[in-house]
């Protein structure tokens, strides 16, 4: 199920409110009752055959997060973190076997959703309980409702024990909560709908004939390709953020417009914000705190001078994470080669101090890496690196669809090439203050609303394309 | 001490980001606010921070730290 349906829209979320906000329940304890029924209700409906593995993830977690908590082993912390890795190890393997197999006309697999999600976010409770940052969770009701919550449950952000343990204790629900939540919601079912989906089908033309396109054409589908994978990504993290809004839980942002970036270490730092997050905080710090690294260190401090090797361990702790950032999408080399990708980029960066400063240049060159590497790693073009020439050596120039597809689609260009950039805040900023801004919102909200669900209808259903990580 | 202290962490953060010596340093600096200072570069920083006052700053503690002068208070503080 996803957001952007009509079983979510009109049954499952309607129904949800409905009990969660009834007069009778007014104790946390049941509205957390509540909310882990229907998110495991939400799972059952997108992957009843593989409930059982994020049952099993709970419990093993809630047994090693109290294990820990009392006897403060390292074995322990060990174990945990293994048991994670391996179960996701398995199923994201699986899957490659399994794509292997799609030729001999076996169903395509489908495993357990949002499982890169939902590990990370148990290896970092377990992690946290072990630095002393939270405490254990000693009511399995809470912490599954920590790992099952459903607005977050499939496709992140990735939560943070530590950001929300509090309110799963106690939070309270508003009327501005909810207009808010109700806000933000609809911003990310516009985006979504509207924005993703169209703009996408324009993608999903171009790729499946892209031996055909023109140079031209190659870049459209291209630009059309990262502006999909913003909006139907940003949009479904919006749709999350809203939905916890109006749940009473304050989901940290995802998103922070990584298109108006002017380098690529920028660009990573406003793109799936809560995963860079997570990889620093528990990948990166452990490294470069390890024993070994600083053993290593020390060795490398003999041979040569403290800049170089300091330099050259910053290097080595980068390569890791960037390969386990590539690797975190799926497992296989072609994500391998997007950890190197990006790694390469965020060391020439840091080496040359590049781009020196913010301009226009800077902002072309972040997009133009930005374009290849999505082209790269997450199209669905194939194969990529024809793809890839036709967007550079073509003996076509123009080609006929761009033509078409600029003059029957260029309002939902204009509007998505617009909206990557913060313009909808700045509005914001300038007019709240004035007494007909309120109204004027609401309206413009209404409108979006109506207008998303439109295209909901008359569009076919098409997953968010995160789903698949 | 607090002074002396102050103006060593000053220059001991200049020399982790590569900084340039007339660059000025104020406290509300944080990871992100200058481009020099990238997660690696904080974990520098952390690093010869611990090794020069031959401290520990465990990840709960760094967690909370939302700038430079919080950081340098800390780091006074531990090193008392």
């Known amino acids: 199920m996803v957001f952007s349906s009509s079983i979510f829209l009109f049954l499952f979320l309607p129904v949800c409110l409905i009990l969660y906000f009834n007069p009778f329940v007014k104790s946390i304890k049941y509205k957390n009752i509540i909310l882990l029924i229907f998110s495991i209700l939400f799972y059952c409906y997108g992957s009843l055959d593989y409930l059982w593995v994020i049952l099993l993830s709970i419990i093993i977690n809630y047994i090693f997060g109290i294990l820990i908590e009392k006897f403060k082993k390292f074995y322990l912390i060990f174990i945990g973190v293994l048991f994670n890795i391996i179960l996701l190890f398995i199923f994201k393997l699986l899957g490659v076997y399994d794509t292997s197999l799609l030729s001999s006309g076996i169903l395509p697999y489908v495993g357990p959703l949002g499982i890169s999600f939902f590990t990370f976010q148990e290896i970092s409770y377990i992690v946290d309980v072990y630095r002393k940052v939270v405490p254990a969770q000693k009511n399995i009701i809470k912490y599954s409702l920590y790992v099952s919550f459903f607005p977050q449950l499939i496709a992140g952000p990735i939560i943070r024990y530590d950001d929300i343990y509090k309110e799963i204790d106690n939070r309270k629900t508003s009327l501005s909560g909810v207009s808010d939540g109700l806000y933000e919601f609809i911003i990310g079912l ?9 703009i996408g089908n324009c993608a999903l033309i171009m790729f499946t004939n892209s031996s055909g396109n023109s140079l031209c054409e190659a870049w459209l589908c291209a630009i059309s390709f990262v502006l999909q994978l913003y909006y139907d990504f940003s949009g479904y993290s919006n ?36 995963l860079g997050n997570w990889f620093n905080d528990y990948i990166l710090y452990p ?22 090797a300091f330099k050259m361990m910053n290097y080595l702790a980068l390569f890791i994470c960037w390969i386990l950032v590539g690797l975190w999408h799926g497992i296989g080399i072609n994500y391998v080669y ?15 101090k590049f781009p020196k400063n913010r301009n226009i240049i800077s902002h072309i060159y972040t997009l133009f890496v930005i374009t290849i590497g999505t082209i790269l790693f997450f199209s669905y073009s194939d194969p990529k690196l024809v793809f890839l020439k036709s967007m550079f050596i073509n003996d076509s120039f123009i080609g006929n669809r761009v033509y078409l597809y600029l003059s029957n689609y260029w309002i939902y260009y204009l509007i998505g090439i617009i909206f990557s950039f913060p313009v909808l805040k700045m509005i914001q900023e300038k007019f709240k203050h004035y007494r007909f801004y309120s109204i004027v919102n609401s309206i413009f909200i209404f409108i979006l609303f109506f207008v998303s669900i439109y295209y909901m209808v008359i569009n076919s259903y098409s997953p968010f394309i995160y789903f698949n990580f | ?22 660059f000025e340093i104020n406290d509300n600096m944080f990871p992100g606010s200058i481009i020099e200072w990238d997660s690696l570069s904080h974990m520098n920083l952390i690093y010869n921070i611990s090794n020069k006052y031959n401290i520990e700053i465990p990840f709960k503690d760094l967690k909370n730290i939302e700038n430079w002068g919080q950081l340098k208070k800390y780091v006074c503080k531990k090193f008392k």
């Open chain 1, 190 to 198: 516009f985006k979504k709908c509207v924005i993703a989906d169209v």
């Open chain 2, 1 to 22: 001490m607090g002074d002396i202290m102050d103006k060593e962490l000053d220059l001991l953060l200049k020399e982790t980001l590569y900084l340039d010596d007339n």
């Open chain 1, 287 to 308: 490294i470069c705190n390890s024993k070994i690294y600083k053993f290593i260190l020390k060795k490398l401090n003999m041979f040569f001078n403290k800049k170089f």
């Open chain 1, 338 to 352: 997007l950890g190197i990708f990006y790694f390469i980029f965020l060391t020439i960066e840091k080496q040359f």
């Open chain 1, 239 to 274: 749709m999350a953020i809203g939905l916890g809004k109006i749940f009473g839980f304050n989901i940290k942002s995802n998103f922070n417009y990584p298109y108006a970036s002017c380098s690529i270490n920028e660009y990573w730092k406003k793109w799936n914000i809560s």
